[in-house]
């Protein structure tokens, strides 16, 4: 009869041991998940703000948010002179976009001088292009004026006699353009975005 008390306490104690390692375990595993989640929420491990570079490159602009130039204003915003305005337009080469999208204008200016491929007659074009981005792609055209410009006389100068006049031709023109744009931007900044070219001025000389 005596060994039974003496059970008693040990079983207790046992049991407080149990009980200290179950609530440490909790603490741990408790303390573990919020640890992790407070990681990802800051960036430290996946996840977290992975799509943060994506916020500051170009983004698409829906119809419902596009801007519409005042009526009879004019005036360039500097950088060539050349003016970026918001207009809901009627094609994009992605083909289908126009319907979701605005279209961003910008006329580069000045014009376009040169001769054509294996020719005596010399072009003369004024040039806008289009983009279905906010202004980025505008900024990015701007900053890259230069080495633009020079991918767009390389286009022209290799242009045959015969596509200038025909209508066809001048629509393939227009994406040789555009594609020379878009590739000189990609090199440059990483993102072309240039959707179509437009003639805004069209002489052979």
């Not at 179950?22 to 960036?43: E, F, K, P, T, W």
């Not at 009627?90 to 999208?101: A, E, F, L, M, V």
């Not at 975005?193 to 001025?201: D, K, L, P």
């Amino acid at each position: 009869m005596s060994d039974k008390p003496e059970d008693a306490p040990k079983k207790k104690g046992g049991m407080k041991k149990i009980l200290i390692m179950v609530i440490a375990l909790i603490v741990l595993v408790g303390g573990g998940v919020g640890a992790g989640v407070y990681a990802a929420s800051s960036g430290l491990i996946g996840g977290g703000h992975a799509a943060a570079p994506e916020e500051h490159g170009p983004k698409l602009i829906p119809k419902s948010e596009q801007k519409r130039p005042a009526a009879g204003g004019e005036g360039g915003e500097g950088h060539g002179g050349g003016e970026a305005a918001s207009s809901g337009g009627k094609h994009t080469p992605s083909g289908g976009d126009g319907d979701k999208y605005a279209s961003n204008y910008y006329a580069m200016d000045p014009q376009f001088t040169s001769n054509l491929q294996d020719s005596v007659h010399v072009i003369q074009v004024g040039i806008a292009v289009s983009t279905p981005y906010d202004d980025t792609v505008i900024e990015n055209l701007k900053t890259n004026d230069i080495a633009v410009r020079s991918a767009v006389l390389l286009t022209l100068g290799d242009t045959p006699e015969e596509q200038v006049f025909s209508s066809a031709g001048k629509l393939q023109m227009q994406q040789r353009i555009a594609k020379a744009i878009n590739a000189t931007l990609e090199q440059k900044e990483g993102f072309g975005g240039i959707s179509n070219v437009y003639f805004t001025n069209f002489v052979v000389q």
